[in-house]
């Protein structure tokens, strides 16, 4: 039986990765290890999770600090986080979204936490990344807005300050909040949902 080559293949092996492929594909497979094992995970075992050749790992970023390095800037990029929260369905009920909202930072802050203490990076929070999450916030809210008695800025703070607080290990030790907790604390409080007229919000930095 004849069988029609590829087109895409040459001589019947697949085309050679590019070098931006190969490092993705490295990086892909290291952030798990950091989670388990922090700056002590070895080449072996990164070459196993990637499945090259220790070699491989070498020729593509130099030393096992600089590919650390791109792992961590990899896994600290907010883009799939914020895909996430783009995803929420504006229809639903303000106690599904503001649920869903929290469960996502909640969970993405305990994974950023989880890593840090691992690997000992930190980069300081940009203001853009906040005004990003206020924009997303506004559009998964939609109408609620109109009832809620903080403007979308300020409510964007509460969540994320809430959802970050929350996920601290330190500050939890015993005392854990549940997603389902946090969203009743942010939408009611410990005393009911007071009615505030406009010009009762506090001023907003403007800087």
């Known amino acids: 039986m004849h069988i029609t080559a590829n087109p895409s293949s040459t001589g019947g092996r697949a085309r050679p990765l590019s070098v931006e492929d190969r490092q993705a594909m490295i ?9 388990v094992h922090g700056r002590d995970l070895t080449s072996k075992q990164i070459a196993e999770a990637a499945g090259v050749a220790e070699g491989t790992i070498f020729r593509a970023f130099g030393d096992k600090d600089s590919l650390i390095t791109a792992a961590v800037e990899r896994f600290l990029d907010p883009e799939p986080m914020r895909r996430e929260l783009r995803a929420i369905d504006p229809s639903l009920d303000l106690h599904a979204k503001v649920l869903m909202i ?22 300081p929070p940009h203001r853009h990344e906040r005004n990003t999450f206020i924009d997303i ?46 969203t009743t604390i942010v939408l009611h409080g410990i005393a009911g949902s007071p009615q505030h007229s406009q010009n009762t919000h506090p001023t907003e930095s403007q800087d």
Do not use: K
């Open 27 to 35: 990086i892909d497979a290291v952030i798990p290890l950091l989670a």
């Open 102 to 123: 929290i469960t996502v930072m909640q969970t993405r802050f305990s994974e950023i936490f989880r890593i840090m203490a691992l690997v000992g990076h930190e980069r």
């Open 137 to 182: 916030l506004t559009e998964v809210l939609g109408s609620d807005l109109e009832h809620l008695n903080w403007p979308a800025s300020r409510i964007a703070h509460i969540i994320r300050l809430m959802s970050f607080a929350s996920a601290f290990p330190q500050l939890n030790d015993g005392m854990e909040f549940t997603p389902d907790e946090l």
